[in-house]
């Protein structure tokens, strides 16, 4: 399984980005799917979750309920990210996952098996 992660860029506070998370090499739909990010210096942290195939459960950290939306298109095999309301905290680069053995959206790193390269985004005050 392959994670092409992408959307990221620079945006002012206040403002709004989507990610994209492109998967290739075994059915989408199977996949649980997560957003993770990592700022320089501090852990990977969890971000949002949704189980797979028809996405009817998602899992969102607390620092991003109600600013931020994951959503899947298992017909173009890519996993979404909205983020609205972007604050300087969010800055970090952003990584999807894949999950293959648990259909449940989860926080935890240990439950995904696959990992893309992360894309940048960075939030100005």
């Known amino acids: 399984v392959q994670l092409q992660a992408s959307g990221g860029g620079l945006v002012q506070g206040g403002g709004s980005l989507r990610l994209s998370c492109v998967a290739s090499?075994?059915?989408?739909?199977?996949?649980?799917m997560g957003w993770f990010r990592q700022a320089p210096g501090k852990e990977r942290e969890f971000v949002a979750a949704?189980?797979?195939?028809?996405?009817?459960?998602?899992f969102y950290a607390d620092s991003v309920k109600g600013r931020f939306t994951i959503s899947r298109d298992n017909a173009k095999n890519t996993v979404y990210l909205q983020m609205n309301s972007l604050k300087p905290e969010d800055t970090a680069v952003y990584l999807c996952?894949?999950?293959?053995?648990?259909?449940?959206?989860?926080?935890?790193?240990?439950?995904?098996?696959?990992w893309g390269q992360g894309t940048q985004v960075t939030v100005s005050s």
């Open positions: 949704i189980s797979w195939w028809r996405g009817s459960r998602t």
């Open positions: 090499g075994r059915t989408f739909s199977n996949y649980v």
């Open positions: 996952a894949a999950g293959v053995r648990d259909n449940r959206p989860s926080p935890y790193d240990y439950a995904y098996d696959y």
